[in-house]
């Protein structure tokens, strides 16, 4: 008898073990589930709209999708279409790929005053994800502080200060391109508690701040050392002596080289958003790097600021149904098993790190435990039970089919070189659906 397997969230945790699953169980059917009505999670809301590159996974994953012995069913929130308990119920095995969608509290004061956003929160935004659009942030400043030294820290940098020319092949929605290149925005500071070593970005992206048409990155050259010490990874080291080499060159920029400038500046921790009411400045403490960790100064200064973007990592909430452990944030698992017949994958059984490839080994492992604790007997009505039980609630879900058409309505809808202009509320990609539908 075929495995039935459900998997919760369609993002790159979810595909990548969808796909080792078709190969270490060829008889077997999954079936992706998912609370929005599109497919790809992080691929479509995270990546950033000027990175449609590192959006060409989607391609394997459609090919996923389309297998004969996999369904997608978006527009299906386990927690409040189904339960979890339900699910498990109707399936051999269910697998959370469910991510870390929330924000990362600074845990300052004044974090709660307006003109404080977070990266999810402001990513997601620009990204048109259908409950972040209308979170339109205030743009109206000329000077933005990005608190954290990583990856979504840059994209964020990169999208606030591009031209609308650098934009114009993207698919960043009209509703945030406008406010965002209409906005006097001059300097962007990102600031990282510890120094340029210990940064986490990587050095493509890193780069890519170097060559903007309007926009001239600034380090200060005595916050560089002279080499990269330390205990790590020859792959780490290589990483960071390239960082290293790229924030050289940076520091030789001129300020008025451009209309625009992206400060890094290292060594200080965020200790309070200053402002009556809304964000007027963060005061910062000075650092230094002791055995890898920031330690205090005692020295302050303050950068005015009229939005202030925490980019210090993604969150992961409880999954009702599934222990949870909130000091790390993931869901209590054994190397992904967290109950019988119940697995994790990607950053909500090991937390928000690393990048889209990174979940392919969870993916492997995941399939080799469902094989290895279930074998290949199952016995459980799978989607039939699904979709009875949708129906009986009278719950709509859009099927890969229906995403296609959405995709393509998307996609004939794009101008300017853009490869795809979103559709970004739920009404709209039924709207899509129903005139198709009637059209026969
Ligand atoms: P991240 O890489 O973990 O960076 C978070 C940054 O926030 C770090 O610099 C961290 O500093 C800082 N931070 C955390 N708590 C802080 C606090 N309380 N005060 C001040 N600073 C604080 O997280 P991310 O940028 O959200 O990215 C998540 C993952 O997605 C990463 O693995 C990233 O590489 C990946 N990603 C990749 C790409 C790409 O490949 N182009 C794009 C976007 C995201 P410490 O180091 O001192 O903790």
Redesign the pocket.
């Known amino acids: 008898m075929a495995l039935n397997v459900a998997i919760v969230g369609s993002g790159p945790a979810g595909f990548y073990t969808a796909d080792s699953l078709l190969k270490a169980d060829p008889a077997c059917r999954i079936d992706i589930l998912d609370r929005l009505p599109t497919p790809y999670g992080l691929i479509r809301f ?3 709209p000027d ?1 449609e590159k ?1 959006k060409n996974v989607m391609r394997g994953f459609a090919r996923t999708a389309s297998d004969d012995r996999v369904n997608f069913y978006g527009d299906v929130d386990v927690g409040d279409a189904l339960s979890l308990d339900e699910l498990r119920g109707m399936y051999d095995a269910v697998v959370l790929a469910v991510g870390a969608a929330h924000d ?1 509290q ?3 004061p004044g974090e709660d005053k307006a003109g404080v956003v977070g ?1 999810a929160t402001f990513v997601n935004w620009y990204n048109a994800h259908p409950d972040f659009v209308d979170r339109t942030p205030d743009l109206d400043t000329s000077s933005v502080v990005i ?9 964020v940098a990169r999208v606030l200060v591009k031209t609308p020319a650098e934009m114009a092949a993207t698919d960043l929605p009209a509703y945030a391109a406008e406010p965002i290149q209409g906005a006097p925005i001059s300097d962007v500071y990102m ?4 120094g340029p070593v ?5 050095n ?2 890193l780069r890519e701040m170097g060559h903007l048409e309007n926009c001239v990155p600034q380090v200060a050259a005595a916050d560089l050392p002279d080499e990269v010490t330390g205990e790590m990874s020859p792959r780490d080291r290589r990483v960071r002596e390239k960082n290293l080499e790229t924030l050289r060159t940076f520091a030789a920029r001129e300020a008025d080289e451009k209309p625009k400038r992206v400060h890094f500046v290292f060594f200080a ?2 200790v309070e958003v200053l402002g009556d009411g809304r964000a007027e400045a963060v005061r910062f403490e000075r650092t230094r790097v002791e055995n890898g960790r ?1 330690v205090g100064t005692g020295e302050h200064f303050e950068i005015p600021c009229g939005l202030v973007v ?5 969150l992961s909430m409880p999954v009702d149904g599934a222990p949870f452990d909130h000091r790390y944030g993931v869901v209590v698992n054994d190397a992904g098993r967290v109950a019988p017949g119940l697995y994790a994958v990607g950053w909500i059984k090991r937390g ?5 490839g ?1 979940n392919k080994p969870d993916g492997r492992d995941a399939a080799q435990q469902i094989v290895d604790d279930l074998g290949s007997g199952g016995g459980m009505p799978g989607r039939d039970g699904l979709e009875s039980l949708l129906r009986s609630r009278g719950r709509r879900w859009v099927d890969f089919e229906d995403w296609r058409r959405i995709e393509d309505a998307e996609i004939a809808a794009a101008s300017d070189g853009a490869p795809r202009k979103k559709l970004y509320r739920r009404e709209d990609m039924y709207a899509v659906l129903d005139q198709q539908r009637a059209a026969g």
């Not at 210990?198 to 990587?202: G, I, N, Q, R, S």
């Not at 928000?352 to 889209?356: F, L």
């Open positions: 995270g990546v950033a990175h590192t990362r600074l845990g300052i990266s608190i954290g030294a990583g990856n979504v820290a840059i994209d600031v990282a508690r510890r210990e940064a986490k970005f990587t493509v992206e921790s965020p920031a925490a980019a210090v990592g993604y928000p790190t690393g990048v889209i990174t």
